[in-house]
């Protein structure tokens, strides 16, 4: 069964700080691995996308790595701001699926002063 | 641009009922997904329509059914409401037939009760 897990479930970090957030996908044959934000009532925003050639991307403060070999993906974000509270979603795409999309259950993330 | 839209944003309707939701996507956008987000099991995909086809289905029952028009509107339908269908469903717009970027509408809060 194709799945998508994330960890940690939840995070809680001081603004400035960094951190990183760990995804692990059994989905295959693997097409594109996605990383989005969705801030609490509303849609999720995307952060990058990777192809299975991509081993790493960056968005600003954003950066997502990705081993196609082990099948895991991070996103790490540097120097914390406290807009970056909401959920982090793993997303792993089917090579012929379209945009028919596998998520994993994210990762709430908060930011304290 | 205009973002994708949907309506309506929040409904409430009680079991047995019929629901209709609509999703109008970003101007010159002709494929539209839509997923159902729950607190227990995240963002599922329902079904993608590409030029007024469905193209891909997930795994729900045929009481979740959809359309798209030719001006690539879709709405979706959930017939004989269930408890269980209570949840955001959002919609997503994608630019050409193989696009990796898919943009997120606000969503439809539907709470059955």
């Known amino acids: 069964k194709n799945q998508v897990e994330q960890s940690p479930q939840s995070l809680i970090i001081l603004e400035g700080k960094n951190c990183t957030l760990q995804?692990?996908?059994?989905?295959?044959?693997?097409?594109?691995l996605r990383w989005y934000k969705q801030d609490t009532g509303r849609g999720p925003v995307s952060l990058t996308i990777m192809t299975f050639s991509e081993n790493t991307k960056s968005n600003g403060r954003y950066t997502a790595t990705l081993d196609a070999d082990t099948k895991q993906s991070s996103l790490h974000i540097t120097a914390s701001q406290l807009s970056d509270s909401a959920s982090y979603i793993c997303v792993v795409s089917l090579t012929g699926g379209g945009n028919k999309l596998t998520f994993g259950t994210g990762t709430q993330l908060k930011v304290e002063l | 641009k205009a973002g994708v839209t949907q309506t309506p944003r929040y409904l409430i309707k009680t079991r047995g009922q019929q629901v209709t939701l609509s999703c109008s996507p970003i101007s010159g956008h002709r494929s539209v997904s839509w997923y159902q987000q729950t607190p227990g099991q995240g963002l599922q995909f329902l079904f993608e329509y590409f030029s007024e086809t469905q193209r891909n289905k997930g795994n729900f029952p045929g009481r979740f059914s959809g359309r798209q028009f030719s001006n690539s509107r879709s709405e979706m339908n959930v017939s004989t409401l269930e408890l269980g269908d209570s949840a955001l469903y959002l919609c997503?717009?994608?630019?050409?037939?193989?696009?990796?970027?898919?943009?997120f509408g606000p969503g439809t809060r539907l709470t059955v009760t």
């Open positions: 995804c692990n996908y059994t989905v295959s044959p693997f097409s594109n």
């Open positions: 997503a717009s994608t630019t050409r037939d193989r696009s990796y970027e898919q943009y």
